[in-house]
């Protein structure tokens, strides 16, 4: 139904944006409601005075008045915080990814094998010193993700009283179905981007994943026949983001392209694992060994095995937690797919031929 043969419409056109924009609080539907009826209240008074229905233009031009609706849903969050509603949610996703995903990894699997092995053995001054660098590199990496966000936050305000938006521009109605986040859908692409370009800088530059343990420790020769199909996981990544954010309407999409995903990850590191226990002694092929300098040396030999031992450690983990979160994936595609064919049974009832 065209807006301009239910003018109304837009009202809910308008609905659904601010809920996009909104926190998702048990007190999301009750604002909504209440937007909902002072905007239709609005129009009711503007009939009365104008002594007839509104049209498309009186509805738009009372919706500009409320304002863009992500400006909106910034007003009706109950409580002002440094970093508002809006951007929170973003603003989690990044400290998250930063902090648990990419810090906490390094820290554990690899500058805590270095520590321990600069401490001589000596397992509580090695956590000490881990927890330490750990604590100042999250400390300063958290403030500054915070101090952007909080500039970007002011700086939204600034833009948001000033910009003009026109209320013909809000998306059309959709079914009230689970979808992807798009904002989810841009932080995946833009970290999957990061990823990507991180790989193909790690041949030139090891140290973006050994650190300082980059002057005593190389990777080992059995990632040269592995680091091709690492980035092309990398860049099917980058792909189903990509598609995910141009394709908004194709909800079948990121639950089977992330298990399929998930699938090859799985059979990525299957081979990893078995070609680093192929070896004629029964041994361990190494992951990382001591750098060409230093490759009598005992001390980092002895290094190089303990960082050997933890990267085993993290692929087994992950290989189990791959195959935990297949079948969560697995579940939820088969959820869907009997909500689709129900849909459709229900389609063909009320449409028989």
Request: proline content about 6%; charged content about 15%.
């Amino acid at each position: 139904m065209s807006t301009a043969k239910n003018p109304t419409e837009l009202i809910d056109r308008y609905l659904q944006a601010v809920r996009f924009w909104l926190p998702k609080t048990r007190r999301q539907e009750e604002l909504l409601a209440e937007l909902g009826e002072d905007l239709r209240s609005q129009i009711e008074e503007m009939e009365t005075q104008l002594g007839r229905a509104a049209n498309e233009e009186d509805v738009s031009a009372i919706l500009k008045r409320c304002g863009a609706p992500m400006m909106v849903a910034s007003r009706l969050a109950p409580n002002r915080y440094l970093i508002g509603p809006t951007l929170y949610p973003i603003f989690t996703f990044v400290l998250k990814m930063v902090l648990l995903w990419i810090m906490v990894p390094v820290f554990v699997f690899i500058v805590g094998p270095v520590n321990l092995a600069n401490a001589g053995g000596h397992l509580g001054s090695a956590i000490a010193q881990t927890m330490a660098n750990l604590w100042s590199a999250v400390f300063i990496a958290a403030g500054v993700i915070t101090l952007v966000f909080a500039v970007l936050e002011r700086t939204q305000a600034l833009v948001g009283h000033t910009c003009k938006w026109d209320p013909s521009t809000l998306p059309p109605l959709e079914k009230r179905e689970k979808k992807t986040s798009q904002v989810q859908a841009v932080c995946e692409l833009g970290f999957g981007w990061f990823g990507l370009i991180w790989l193909l800088l790690l041949p030139q530059y090891p140290v973006l994943i050994l650190g300082p343990a980059a002057a005593f420790l190389k990777a080992a020769p059995m990632w040269h026949s592995f680091y091709l199909p690492i980035v092309l996981l990398a860049a099917v990544s980058v792909v189903r983001s990509a598609v995910i954010l141009v394709r908004p309407r194709w909800t079948w999409f990121p639950a089977t392209s992330h298990l399929l995903q998930t699938a090859l990850s799985m059979l990525l590191l299957h081979y990893i694992l078995a070609a680093a226990g192929q070896t004629a002694g029964g041994n361990w092929h190494p992951f990382v060994v001591a750098a060409d300098g230093v490759s009598d040396s005992t001390k980092f030999i002895h290094i190089a095995a303990i960082v050997n031992a933890s990267i085993l450690l993290s692929l087994v983990c992950t290989w189990f937690g791959l195959g935990i979160a297949a079948a969560v994936q697995t579940w939820e595609l088969i959820r869907f797919m009997r909500t689709r064919a129900t849909e459709v049974n229900q389609m063909m009832n009320l449409n028989p031929r």
